[in-house]
């Protein structure tokens, strides 16, 4: 419970929320997330050459590249995307995405069993 004349924030700046690791079990991705009850956004780094092997997961993604390139396979499918350019992962479907250059993308997922980007440690 928050105290008294505590208020409840309805307002981020990405640019000064703290970066992290956001799945580093299968991913490079850097940068702040903003979590609500429902779903998870945040705006993620890779250097080229990084990105997130192969893996699949209960949240449905969507990933919107803001500036750089990124190769990325869902299922049987690639492609790759540049600014204002999206993939949609399904729940539990294969992908991956590789950095071609610096990219800075904004990625959500729906938070499913109390999670979203970050995952269990099990």
């Given at each position: 419970?928050?105290?008294?004349?505590?208020?409840?924030?309805?307002?981020?700046?990405?640019?000064?929320?703290?970066?992290?690791?956001?799945?580093?079990?299968?991913?490079?991705?850097?940068?702040?997330?903003?979590?609500?009850?429902?779903?998870e956004?945040?705006?993620?780094?890779?250097?080229?050459?990084?990105?997130?092997?192969?893996?699949?997961?209960?949240?449905?993604?969507i990933?919107?590249?803001?500036?750089?390139?990124?190769?990325?396979?869902?299922?049987?499918?690639?492609?790759?995307?540049?600014?204002?350019?999206?993939?949609?992962?399904?729940?539990n479907?294969?992908?991956?995405v590789?950095?071609?250059?610096?990219?800075?993308?904004?990625?959500?997922?729906?938070?499913?069993?109390g999670?979203?980007?970050?995952?269990?440690?099990?």
């Amino acid at each position: 419970m928050k105290p008294e004349g505590e208020r409840l924030s309805y307002f981020y700046d990405f640019n000064a929320m703290p970066g992290e690791l956001v799945t580093p079990k299968y991913s490079t991705a850097f940068g702040p997330l903003l979590t609500g009850q429902h779903i998870e956004v945040g705006m993620l780094r890779y250097r080229k050459g990084e990105g997130a092997v192969p893996h699949a997961h209960p949240s449905e993604q969507i990933m919107v590249v803001i500036r750089g390139r990124l190769w990325v396979r869902i299922a049987n499918q690639s492609a790759e995307l540049g600014p204002g350019q999206a993939f949609l992962a399904p729940p539990n479907v294969e992908h991956e995405v590789r950095a071609l250059e610096d990219t800075e993308v904004l990625s959500c997922k729906n938070v499913v069993g109390g999670y979203g980007h970050r995952l269990p440690s099990t």
